[in-house]
């Protein structure tokens, strides 16, 4: 994705946020409204949110050239129904709304995107009552899946193999991450909103315990450039994997946080056969760290596979595991038994950002939701940390959530 042309931290603000810029003189006078750190599908969506409100400010800072170049840019592009959470969960709550949001921003603005369906395919008994279990709970919080009989699958989807049963989610689909991102920082910028590109975060001060707003110092420039500060008087923590080092620049050492890493590699598929137009998912058993080797599509139609979970010391480890592939096949040719295993071949990789070695489906042990909360005692530092999937889908909904805990307005 192109970046806008990009101009240092403070350059940026000398341009376009309130030009007041912080000196010793007390009391601390903000530079902006809000500060959002952090450019992935999330930041962008919250910024573009917060710079809709009259006679605020607000300004978005990102370590790389461009929006979207981490997490959001390494991920299946699947819009969830959100099937899988606790009926009480946020990323249950959030995925719903997000995914009506997306579908509607999406049909309005023209980002390309496919309401594609998918299958929960089980083989074994064991799998078939796991995708039962979901079918139930999907009932129970009102999302909309149906079991598809042999004859139906065999006519639709005649490569697909599903030997115990299938569970169909009508409203799973797929977006173009990019063209959302590229609107998303288009309309936020519309919106008077600032983009800071090749400024890095490396410190921030609460002053006065954030009542008098947050003090952010950022190195601007490729190379470690020119350091600058501005005060912000709310502060939106939205650095993917690294939120826990941005909540750890503002939280006392007892509220510390340690990131978990889990690696998800994908696999491109070079042949144009076996081919299917719904999304492929096999049932998966509790404590699993994903939702399976899956089948997703991209825009064009063509079939990937992934991601599976590898737990992984550092976010930067983004080298696709080649010895994961054999694992993978094995989980690929159950559903896919045509697969022509040659076309198969190492893709990318992303990381999902984790604050516990635990499963990520379902309620009950292991499970972590999203944290979106303002911190106690610090007003108006809001902390986004574990939005690993459905973030994408929750993007829109979590963007309203925050607006409602800095402002009061209406949150899902
Ligand atoms: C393998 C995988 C598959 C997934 N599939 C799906 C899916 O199909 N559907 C779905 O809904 N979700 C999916 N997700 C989840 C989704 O991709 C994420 O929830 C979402 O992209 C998170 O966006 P973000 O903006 O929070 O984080 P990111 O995209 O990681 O953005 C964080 C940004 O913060 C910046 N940053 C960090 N530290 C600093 C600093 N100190 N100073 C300045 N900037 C900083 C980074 O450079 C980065 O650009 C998947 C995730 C993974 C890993």
């Known amino acids: 994705m192109a970046a806008r042309p990009c101009l240092s931290f403070s350059r940026r603000l000398r341009v376009a946020a309130r030009p007041r810029w912080f000196s010793c003189a007390r009391p601390v006078q903000a530079d902006v409204?809000?500060?959002?750190?952090?450019?992935?599908?999330?930041?962008l969506a919250v910024a573009r949110q917060l710079a809709a409100r009259e006679g605020t400010s607000t300004i978005l800072l990102e370590r790389h050239d461009a929006?979207?170049?981490?997490t959001s840019s390494r991920n299946s592009e699947v819009i969830?129904?959100?099937?899988y959470y606790g009926r009480d969960s946020l990323k249950t709550s959030l995925c719903i709304r997000g995914k009506e949001m997306m579908y509607d921003l999406c049909a309005r603005q023209g980002i390309p995107h496919i309401n594609t369906k998918k299958w929960i395919v089980a083989q074994t008994e064991e799998q078939?009552?796991?995708?039962?279990?979901?079918?139930?709970?999907?009932?129970?919080?009102g999302v909309p899946t149906r079991l598809v009989g042999r004859e139906e699958a065999q006519h639709r989807e005649p490569d697909v193999q599903a030997l115990a049963g299938i569970v169909e989610s009508p409203t799973t689909g797929i977006v173009d991450s990019h063209s959302l991102m590229t609107y998303l920082q288009g309309?936020?910028?519309?919106?008077?909103?600032?983009c800071a590109f090749l400024t890095r975060v490396t410190d921030i001060e609460a002053l006065n315990g954030g009542r008098d707003g947050y003090r952010i110092t950022a190195q601007s420039g490729s190379g470690g450039g020119e350091t600058t500060s501005i005060v912000a008087e709310t502060l939106i923590n939205s650095a993917g994997n690294f939120a826990c080092a941005i909540n750890n620049m503002v939280l006392p050492d007892d509220r510390h946080r340690t990131p978990y890493y889990a690696k998800g590699t994908y696999f491109s598929y070079a042949a144009s056969r076996p081919k299917t137009s719904v999304l492929v998912y096999p049932a998966t058993l509790p404590g699993h760290g994903g939702l399976g080797t899956h089948l997703t599509l991209d825009m064009g139609g063509r079939l990937r596979f992934g991601p599976d979970v590898e737990w992984v010391d550092s976010a930067d480890d983004l080298t696709p595991s080649p010895d994961r592939l054999q694992q993978a096949l094995g989980e690929i040719r159950a559903y896919l038994p045509g697969v022509d295993t040659d076309a198969i071949a190492l893709d990318y990789c992303g990381i999902r950002p984790k604050l516990g070695r635990g499963g990520a489906v379902n309620s009950g042990t292991g499970f972590q939701d999203f944290i979106i909360q303002e911190e106690d005692g610090f007003p108006g530092f809001v902390n986004l940390l574990g939005i690993e999937s459905p973030g994408l889908t929750s993007s829109l909904a979590i963007a309203e959530r925050v607006e409602g805990i800095l402002h009061g307005s209406r949150q899902p």
Do not use: K, S, Y
Request: avoid cysteine; charge should be negative.
């Open 80 to 83: 969830h129904a959100g099937l």
């Open 33 to 43: 409204t809000h500060a959002v750190v952090g450019a992935g599908v999330v930041g």
């Open 67 to 70: 929006p979207g170049t981490e």
């Open 128 to 141: 078939w009552a796991a995708a039962q279990r979901v079918h139930a709970h999907a009932q129970d919080i």
């Open 187 to 194: 309309d936020f910028e519309d919106r008077g909103g600032d």
